[in-house]
């Protein structure tokens, strides 16, 4: 009988079929249990840190909430393993609201402030609109990237007059 089974013969001299099969089922079960880890791993939302992201997106909300002129706050924080982090901000600014621009560069200050929890490499998607507009603007609209960085965000509040 050779050494290797994968190489054993039935009574016909065919190489045993039922060995080489199962190997192949177990071959396909084995892949199977590793990219399923694999996917699982980089689909987990806050890498179990699913309190510090509510954390971070009620002081975001609260934070903003205060600025002149805002009528609603939406935030969201994830922190995706493996792919980094984001933040999303949505501001309503209150009807008759003058200067959706300076509502976004006081809303980004406010953000700047409690960025605390929040990587710093965070990509942070951030519109203002008003009331009852489909106007809306982005942060290029005060001189930053359309969507900038937690530290960009950071910089311009330090550098903000």
Known sequence: ??????????????????????????GLVVGACILTALLSGC????DGR??????????????ISQV????????????ITGMGSAATVRIKAAAGTESLETVMHDSLIAFASTTAGMKTSTNVSFQVTGQGQE?????????LRQKPSAQDIIDFANNAE
């Open 1 to 26: 009988m050779p050494a290797d089974p994968a190489l054993a013969l039935d009574e016909k001299g065919r190489r045993d079929s039922n060995f080489g099969q199962m190997r192949r089922r177990l």
């Open 43 to 46: 689909g987990a939302v806050g």
């Open 50 to 63: 699913t309190d510090k992201a509510a954390s971070v997106k009620k002081n975001l909300e609260s934070a």
């Open 68 to 79: 002149t002129d805002v009528a609603e706050v939406t935030a969201r924080y994830q922190v």
């Open 135 to 143: 106007y809306t603007i982005t942060p290029d609209a005060v001189g």
